[in-house]
Each structure stands twice: as structure tokens, then as C-alpha cells.
């Protein structure tokens, strides 16, 4: 196959054979759906054969199907090599050190057209070509931990990040940002904060929603904010540094245990749940929102506490479960079970009798739930209080994922149920607050005169 056709197959390659045209053209292409006009670009070896891939004017990708298009007409031609730029990070000895530890997100990339796949710009010199206001903020070093997707993240990450940042404290760095794909990044921010306890620098996770090759990527402004979060905010808490509204005006900084994706797509996909975000960043200042956080420190000291027990699991309860469910984890060797209940906390009678076997066999079972906003409330109802007496332990405004991380922590240092309790029901970082602020809990409904009005008002 000739080098200009690299990639296609089948009736895609059939198609620039016929027009006699390149990959990297600058073409245009008739179809029957209409003109389009842009890049021909190199195909994924693994994908399907009946489509030509086109970049368009505006930086999109479309694929186009083969059987669709009537002409092909290359107008100009330059072979394309995506790569980073990389250029030396200037240093300057008055300006703040601040360490990337990089796990596997895309903060900065570029695409490898041969795979698909989007490859991560990741040292000082690639992230310098990529974003150069870095280096108006700080001096930055970065060392790649992994190299894995935010859903192959696990204890055996979370573990080995906490060393790795507290090794960094005890150096003298100045803040850390950590750069994490965003489908787990909350799962990520609990543990550390379990893990890394008063930690006198701000620990800041960051990812993008979309990658760098997109003209909508969120990847050059959120590493900007986390970067002059970690650089220069007094606010040494373990956060997540993600858009705030989905136009490109401010980050929020989320304290890491009451945070959640809540969005497959949008920018704007983190929320804080329960409360409001610490502080809002842009790239000229970070402004609190709250007066209730850990504030720098110029020690050394950190808690390090790296332990977690794999044996724990987290069902969402549904109507018509059986005690199967529950069955299946003691009979496997799970030491913990965190359950997101109905309501205030609330499962079906059927389950019961896998309860009352649990609490018999030392399982340690805690209610949240899975409204995400509000407290377990399980004295108010009989079922409420049939299930206490069976040993559920109500977990107050904990989030489900934040409690199945925090119960792994716990596990992680004892197998005693009594002071597991203990240790769940005592708040180390938010995990756990007294009350839910009148604006803890803000979900507009669209449609509603009043919500569109707002809307138009206040947000275009």
C-alpha cells in the first residue's frame, strides 16, 4: 500500500483510489449529504473500512461514509506531523516550584492517527510548547507515575501516588498538581485525602474533557488554573480543578471528598454535592468562596496514611434485589459493603436476612444515599430502624464512592468492626458535615419562566 494511503482498507481506500487523492490533501469532497471541505486524514488501523476521515476548517474530525461521496477534488497537499512542540521550561529562582505527577490523563496531546488514540504531552518542554503560560506562573517539573486510564486507576495507584507527593512535601516543593483522566478523579481526590492528611501545600487534580487536538478542549485553561492554584493559593487541600460554568470564564476548586462527575461530556462536569467549592480560579486570581479550609504552610509535615483492603464493595440498591447480592460478597471474602440506598436509606426485606449473615460474620455494612444531596436519615421509618438493628451503620452525608473509598482506608488498618465505625463516622477532610448549606443543593429545571429567565440574564 502506498505511504500516502496509510491506514485505509476496504471501500475507503477504494474511494481516494478512484479520485486519486492523498492522505494530508487539502480537499473537497461532494457527497450526496452536501460539500465539505478540509484535511484528509490518516485512518486508525482498527477501524471499520467505509468511512474517509476529514479535518475540517473549524479543527473537527467527521467521517464521512464511503458510499456516500460523488467527487473528491485535492486542492493543495502538505504532509502533517503531529507533535507537540517542545521548547526548554525557562526557570527563574524567584518564582514558585510546582511538581506534575502525571497518572495517564490527556491535560496536553496530541493524536496518533495511526491508532486513534490521543498521546499525552508530558514533559516541562512538551507542556511548555503546548501551554507556554506555564511558565509565567511557576517552575515545573514532572515525573509520569503511570500511564493507565482513570478507570484502571486503584488502590495500588492511589497508594503509590500518596508516597509520591508526600515524598515531594518533605523535599520542599511548593504545590503539586497531579494530571488525571476525569471518569475516576473523584474516587482519586478521596483517597488522597484519606491518605494524605494536613498536607501544608495545595494538592490540585486536574484533567480535561475534551484533548488538546479539539478546538474546544478544556485542557490548556484547566492546567493554567490548577498550576496557579497549586503555585499560589494558600489553600493547601487536596482539590479537583475543573471548569466552572462550560464557557471558558473560571475554574472551581472542589474539595476531593465532596465532589463528582456529573456529566458524561460537558466541560462544566463537576460539582461540589452537599456544599459550595472552595474558590473559584481564573488566570489572574483565586478568589475563596469559603473561609473553612486548610490554610499553606511553610512545615514539612504531612500524614501519610497509605493503606487500603481491596475486599470492599459498593452496591446500588434497586427494587426486587435479592439477598443474593449481598450473599455473593461474603461468600467471596468482601470485608465491607457500602450501600446506596432508597430514600433516606432504605433497601427491601428480602435483603434482609444477607444483612443479619453479614453483621454475623464481622462484614461491615454502611447505608449512603443515592440521591447524592441529603443525609441517611434511618431512625424515621420502621425499615430505617429494622436495619440498624441488623447492624447498618448510616453514613450521614457521606457520597457513596467517597464511603467505599474511606471503608477500603479504613479495612486497610484494622479488621476490627468497632474501631472501623470509628473511624468512618470520624470526619478527617469533609467527608462529613454537620448541616447542608441553603445552597448546597442547586438543580435548575429548564423550561420553568422563571429558571429560562435567569438563564438569560445571567448566562449566554
Not at 445552597?439 to 422563571?450: A, H, S, T
Amino acid at each position: 500500500m502506498s505511504e500516502t494511503l496509510k491506514g485505509y482498507k476496504g471501500d475507503g481506500l477504494a474511494v481516494l483510489e478512484k479520485f486519486h487523492v492523498r492522505i494530508w490533501s487539502d480537499a473537497v469532497v461532494q457527497t450526496t449529504r452536501g460539500e465539505f471541505k478540509g484535511i484528509i486524514l490518516p485512518r486508525s488501523e482498527n477501524d471499520d473500512d467505509r468511512h474517509v476521515v476529514l479535518k475540517l476548517i473549524t479543527g473537527y474530525n467527521v467521517g464521512i461514509a464511503s458510499e456516500t461521496i460523488l467527487d473528491i477534488k485535492e486542492i493543495g497537499y502538505k504532509e502533517a506531523h503531529y507533535k507537540i512542540p517542545e521548547k526548554e521550561f525557562p526557570v527563574s529562582p524567584g518564582k514558585p516550584n510546582v511538581k506534575l505527577l502525571g497518572t495517564g490523563g490527556t491535560i496536553a496531546s496530541r493524536l496518533d492517527y495511526r491508532t486513534g488514540a490521543v498521546i499525552p504531552a508530558f514533559s516541562p518542554g512538551e507542556l511548555y510548547g503546548a501551554v507556554p503560560e506555564l511558565a509565567e506562573i511557576c517552575n515545573l517539573s514532572t515525573e509520569k507515575l503511570f500511564a493507565v486510564f482513570s478507570e484502571n486507576m486503584g488502590p495500588e495507584q492511589y497508594i503509590t501516588l500518596s508516597k509520591a507527593i508526600a515524598r515531594e512535601i518533605e523535599n520542599g516543593i511548593d504545590g503539586i498538581v497531579i494530571g488525571h483522566g476525569t471518569d475516576t478523579m473523584h474516587h482519586t481526590a478521596s483517597a488522597l485525602n484519606f491518605m494524605l492528611q494536613n498536607s501544608p501545600v495545595p494538592v490540585v487534580i486536574v484533567g480535561s474533557q475534551r484533548s488538546s487536538d479539539r478546538p474546544s478542549s478544556d485542557a490548556a485553561l484547566n492546567l493554567i488554573h490548577a498550576t496557579k492554584t497549586a503555585a499560589e493559593s494558600d489553600i493547601a487541600e487536596v482539590m479537583v480543578c475543573m471548569f466552572g460554568p462550560t464557557s471558558d470564564e473560571y475554574g472551581l476548586l472542589h474539595l476531593g471528598t465532596r465532589v463528582r462527575k456529573m456529566h458524561s461530556s460537558y466541560r462544566s462536569t463537576f460539582r461540589t454535592i452537599g456544599d459550595i467549592p472552595i474558590a473559584m480560579v481564573s488566570r489572574n486570581a483565586i478568589t475563596p468562596l469559603k473561609d473553612t479550609y486548610n490554610r499553606r504552610r511553610k512545615d514539612r509535615k504531612v500524614t501519610l496514611l497509605p493503606y487500603f483492603d481491596e475486599r470492599v464493595a459498593m452496591v446500588y440498591y434497586y427494587p426486587n434485589m435479592h439477598r443474593d447480592m449481598i450473599d455473593s460478597l461474603i461468600d467471596n471474602g468482601y470485608r465491607g459493603i457500602i450501600i446506596a440506598g432508597t430514600g433516606l436509606g432504605h433497601i427491601n426485606k428480602p435483603v434482609y436476612p444477607a444483612i443479619r449473615r453479614a453483621a454475623a460474620e464481622g462484614v461491615a455494612v454502611f447505608m449512603t444515599v443515592q440521591t447524592l444531596w441529603g443525609y441517611v436519615h434511618m431512625s424515621v421509618y420502621d425499615t430505617g430502624r429494622d436495619l440498624m438493628a441488623m447492624g447498618i451503620i448510616p453514613l450521614a452525608n457521606m457520597l457513596p464512592e467517597v464511603a467505599y473509598i474511606k471503608l477500603g482506608w479504613a479495612l486497610g488498618q484494622t479488621d476490627d468492626i468497632a474501631r472501623v465505625k470509628e473511624l468512618m463516622l470520624t470526619p478527617v477532610c469533609g467527608e462529613i458535615t454537620d448541616r447542608e448549606p441553603y445552597n448546597g443543593y442547586l438543580i435548575f429545571q429548564g423550561g420553568i419562566p422563571e429558571v429560562e429567565e435567569f438563564l438569560r440574564k445571567y448566562h449566554k
